[in-house]
């Protein structure tokens, strides 16, 4: 069981570069996020999923672009990459502990992306 | 909107003794939930402890535990016996089941040193 799975661990883009940051569960989730954690901060939701085909801007939207169409899978697009959008990224996947009744969200390892 | 405030940047505790990581939050929702999460050097993010808002018993996850004020929005986290393994930052984050989403708010994080 590998959990909340993200790919690469680092990237470096030159400015105005586009690219994907891959995100895989297997957990059978249905909630899926995107957050952005910048030097000293919290982390950020950019985007999220609460079920296949369905998706919503979180907080800091501006500049990504998201798709769900599996259960799985939640892809990030950075289209024209800017300076201010390096940042550590880190996926998750929400769902239930029936055995607990209680949600839970568990996060990949982050993608720390630099942008120059 | 809601907002999760750690008043404390920076603690420090001696091996074996116990410390508490302060946490309040703001929301109007009734139903919501409250995470803490650790965050090692190597940037995972780690799920501590999660507490239901409609549960009045404080949850304890082995030598962590938290108290829970839901009139003060108070949500502080204890960590008994401290290991030098616990030296990381841990970020508090409420999830409002309101909107269906459970989209996370985090705090900007305490950093914890534990010394030998």
């Known amino acids: 069981n590998a959990g909340v799975t993200q790919t690469p661990k680092f990237r470096i883009l030159k400015i105005g570069q586009s690219m994907t940051l891959q995100c895989t569960q297997d957990?059978?989730?249905?909630?899926m996020y995107w957050y952005r954690q910048d030097p000293g901060m919290g982390l950020k939701l950019i985007y999220y999923?609460?079920?296949?085909?369905?998706?919503d801007k979180g907080e800091v939207p501006n500049g990504y672009n998201v798709s769900r169409s599996t259960t799985e899978d939640f892809p990030l697009r950075l289209e024209l990459a800017a300076p201010s959008q390096t940042s550590v990224y880190f996926c998750a996947s929400g769902g239930w502990d029936w055995g607990r009744s209680a949600y839970e969200q568990y996060f990949g390892p982050g993608t720390r992306l630099t942008v120059t | 909107a809601q907002t999760v405030t750690q008043s404390q940047p920076e603690m420090s505790v001696q091996e074996a003794e116990t410390v508490t990581l302060s946490c309040t939050y703001d929301t109007s929702e009734s139903n919501y939930y409250l995470f803490w999460y650790k965050q090692p050097p190597s940037r995972q993010m780690i799920l501590v402890i999660r507490?239901?808002?409609?549960?009045?018993q404080n949850a304890t996850e082995n030598r962590f535990s938290v108290n829970f004020q839901k009139a003060a929005k108070s949500f502080s986290l204890k960590i008994s016996d401290s290991q030098l393994g616990d030296t990381a930052m841990y970020f508090c984050?409420?999830?409002?089941?309101?909107?269906?989403?459970?989209?996370?708010?985090f705090g900007k994080g305490t950093k914890l040193s534990v010394i030998p």
């Open positions: 957990m059978n989730h249905n909630y």
């Open positions: 999923s609460v079920g296949a085909g369905i998706t």
């Open positions: 984050a409420h999830g409002d089941s309101g909107a269906g989403s459970y989209q996370l708010t």
């Open positions: 507490q239901e808002a409609y549960k009045q």
